[in-house]
T-cell receptor
Framework: GNSVTQMEGPVTLSEEAFLTINCTYT??????PFWYVQYPGEGLQLLLK?????DKGSNKGFEATYRKETTSFHLEKGSVQVSDSAVYFC????????????FGKGTTLSVSS | NAGVTQTPKFQVLKTGQSMTLQCAQD?????MSWYRQDPGMGLRLIHY???????DQGEVPNGYNVSRSTTEDFPLRLLSAAPSQTSVYFC???????????FGAGTRLSVL
């Protein structure tokens, strides 16, 4: 079946450090990967997405490239800020026109100044 | 633009009580869904709806009922609350054929 596996946390970094959160998935058909972010006390917000192989999504300094050959969508940021402290969820839509999302377990990021 | 609105934000119930979690969206989205978020489990799909009058079960539907009488509203009912239903509940919506979902702020439920 379809599943998402992401790096377990928590991840603790100093400000301006490099961030990588790994995400891999198993799926049939033509899946679309996403990253959602949940700031403390809030709901989930879409951070970035990809729709086809080798697509690179980017937003707020975060990037992720959809690698179909390794079924991965790793999240990266070159220089994190305290305001990036949040829980990050990798998610998968198994079908291009589908609407159900399958989520990873989430990775908590804490950034200190 | 309100987006997806969930009420209440917090609720404490006793075992066996019933309640309804409300979800409303003002974006005319066809698709709506309910997830629960538990520590170390990510988000799991409870029920979803592809339009008014149409609902279906997700991954963890037991103990929950839904209905969709209008496009805007998608309430989640707990008929007899159990401690295992202590969780944070999120409602989400999207356009038909789009896989980008918009989430509400969540309802934190404790069942004692």
């Amino acid at each position: 079946g379809n599943s998402v596996t992401q790096m377990e946390g928590p991840v603790t970094l100093s400000e301006e450090a490099f961030l990588t959160i790994n995400c891999t998935y198993t799926a049939t058909g033509y899946p679309s990967p996403f990253w959602y972010v949940q700031y403390p006390g809030e709901g989930l917000q879409l951070l970035l997405k990809a729709t086809k192989a080798d697509d690179k999504g980017s937003n707020k300094g975060f990037e992720a490239t959809y690698r179909k050959e390794t079924t991965s969508f790793h999240l990266e940021k070159g220089s994190v800020q305290v305001s990036d402290s949040a829980v990050y969820f990798c998610a998968l839509s198994p079908h291009q026109a589908g609407t159900a999302l399958i989520f990873g377990k989430g990775t908590t990021l804490s950034v200190s100044s | 633009n309100a987006g997806v609105t969930q009420t209440p934000k917090f609720q404490v119930l006793k075992t066996g009580q019933s309640m309804t979690l409300q979800c409303a969206q003002d974006m005319n989205h066809e698709y709506m869904s309910w997830y629960r978020q538990d520590p170390g489990m990510g988000l799991r799909l409870i029920h979803y709806s592809v339009g008014a009058g149409i609902t279906d079960q997700g991954e963890v539907p037991n103990g929950y009922n839904v209905s969709r009488s209008t496009t805007e509203d998608f309430p989640l009912r707990l008929l007899s609350a159990a401690p295992s239903q202590t969780s944070v509940y999120f409602c989400a919506s999207s356009y038909e054929g789009s896989n980008i979902q918009y989430f509400g702020a969540g309802t934190r439920l404790s069942v004692l």
